[in-house]
Structures are given as structure tokens and as C-alpha cells.
């Protein structure tokens, strides 16, 4: 799967709970692109976010809390 640097932001944001419109606004991309990237990724489960943005960055992220 193609992945852009702003695919890891878009997922990293949302997997810290940003709403969409929120995450379009910062990244400067359309509400559906935003939201069409999330759900590629596991979006509206923010766990699967977090396990996609491991595998994205190959770090580790914080257990939740």
C-alpha cells in the first residue's frame, strides 16, 4: 500500500482522537480524503489507528492509559 507522509500524519491524529474535520483543517486536505485515509487504516477504531501507525512508523507508541 502507498503511504505518504501525510497518511501518518492523518492517522496519527486521529488515532489521538482529532475529529475529521479537524485533522482536514490541520493536514490542508479535503474532509473525505481525511476521512477516506483514516478508514483505510482502522478508522473510527482508534486501536486499530495506533497498531496501523506502529506498523506505519515501525516505533512503538504508549500503552493507553
Known amino acids: 500500500m502507498f503511504t505518504t507522509p501525510e ?3 492523518i492517522v496519527a491524529m486521529l488515532a489521538e482522537g482529532s475529529p475529521v474535520w479537524y ?5 490542508k486536505s479535503d474532509r ?3 476521512y477516506a485515509v483514516g478508514a483505510r487504516y482502522g478508522y473510527p ?8 501507525l506502529q506498523q506505519l512508523t515501525g516505533a ?3 500503552a493507553s492509559a
Open 7 to 9: 497518511h501518518r500524519t
Open 23 to 27: 485533522v482536514a483543517a490541520v493536514t
Open 32 to 34: 473525505h480524503h481525511a
Open 45 to 52: 477504531d482508534r486501536e486499530a489507528l495506533k497498531r496501523s
Open 60 to 62: 512503538l507508541l504508549p
